[in-house]
């Protein structure tokens, strides 16, 4: 009985002999030419009914190649594509008179928006005038007339049907709050 060593050796031995023997068999069936394969695919062509295959130069696969140039990116890394600077135009001495950019407006910036919501509006015959009903949104509600004073911030300018129009006390800005619903 065979060793298990001796077993492998003989497995190997015969699978190089088949491997061997396989690349003697395809390396001796080729064609010497190198102008036969465009030959052999013409008189197949032909053979077939077909035309002739025309133009196929196998010869210049086998011509000399350019270098290649350097990378521009790496496609394992996740990178923005570097963007070229614009040019810029040259820009004169000194500036012209009455050309350019306009100044940036400068001043206060804008007062924030008024943080109440108009939620609903009174009718008051006896008490003469119609009373806004305010809220913040915080669970607190307040209600005034024209001329009065909210949260000690606004002053309610007018009131309509389903419109209340009011302003910082201090005259920064007014804003006109719509009627909405809850």
């Known amino acids: 009985m065979m060793s298990g060593t001796a077993r492998r050796l003989l497995v190997l031995g015969g ?10 068999a395809f390396r001796g069936e080729g064609p010497a030419d190198p102008a036969a394969p465009a030959g052999l695919a013409a008189s197949a062509a032909e053979s077939a009914g077909g035309a002739p295959v025309a133009g196929v130069r196998l010869d210049l696969l086998k011509g000399p190649r350019g270098e290649l140039g350097d990378a521009e990116r790496n496609p394992f890394r996740f990178e923005a594509r570097a963007e070229p600077e614009p040019e810029r135009p040259a820009m004169p001495d000194a500036p012209r008179p009455g050309v ?3 100044p940036a407006p400068t001043g206060p910036p804008p007062p924030p928006p008024i943080p109440l919501r108009f939620i609903g509006l009174v009718e008051a ?3 003469a005038g119609r009373v806004a009903i305010l809220s913040d949104g915080r669970g607190n509600v307040f ?5 009065d004073i909210i949260e000690g911030r606004y002053r309610v300018l007018t009131l309509g049907a389903d419109v209340a129009e009011l302003a910082y ?4 800005g007014r804003q006109t709050i719509r009627l909405s619903g809850q």
């Open 15 to 24: 699978a190089a002999a088949i491997i061997a023997g396989t690349l003697v």
């Open 100 to 102: 350019g950019t306009p």
């Open 125 to 127: 015959p006896t008490q």
């Open 143 to 147: 209600h005034g007339r024209e001329g």
């Open 169 to 172: 006390l201090d005259g920064r």
